[in-house]
């Protein structure tokens, strides 16, 4: 499963600024989190067969965006062991 988050997740894009300035590494892995948290939460409850889903790590380009992928795993993207795929930009 991916949760999409095309043009919400860099604090700048070309759609323009999309977070508050300082919208760190360390938010966007408390949002992820939190997320993912919820949706695990509803497919336990709804779907119990497909308990053991996982999700896709979201990707973005470390070149033009001020959050790190080091920074964002180190401050635990996979701390429920959730995530089974990862992909990344050239």
């Given at each position: 499963?991916?949760?999409?988050?095309r043009?919400s997740m860099?604090?700048?894009s070309?759609q323009?600024?999309t977070r508050p300035?300082?919208?760190?590494?360390?938010?966007f892995a408390?949002?992820?989190?939190d997320g993912?948290?919820?949706?695990?939460?509803?497919?336990?409850?709804?779907?119990p067969?497909l308990?053991?889903?996982?999700?896709?790590a979201?990707?973005?380009?470390d070149?033009v965006?001020n959050?790190n992928a080091?920074?964002v795993?180190?401050?635990?993207?996979?701390?429920?062991g959730?995530?089974?795929?990862?992909s990344?930009?050239?």
């Amino acid at each position: 499963m991916t949760i999409s988050t095309r043009g919400s997740m860099n604090p700048t894009s070309a759609q323009g600024p999309t977070r508050p300035r300082g919208w760190s590494a360390r938010d966007f892995a408390d949002e992820w989190l939190d997320g993912t948290r919820g949706i695990i939460k509803q497919m336990r409850k709804h779907c119990p067969e497909l308990a053991d889903f996982g999700f896709m790590a979201p990707s973005y380009d470390d070149r033009v965006s001020n959050l790190n992928a080091t920074q964002v795993w180190g401050y635990g993207l996979d701390k429920y062991g959730s995530v089974k795929w990862y992909s990344v930009h050239k």
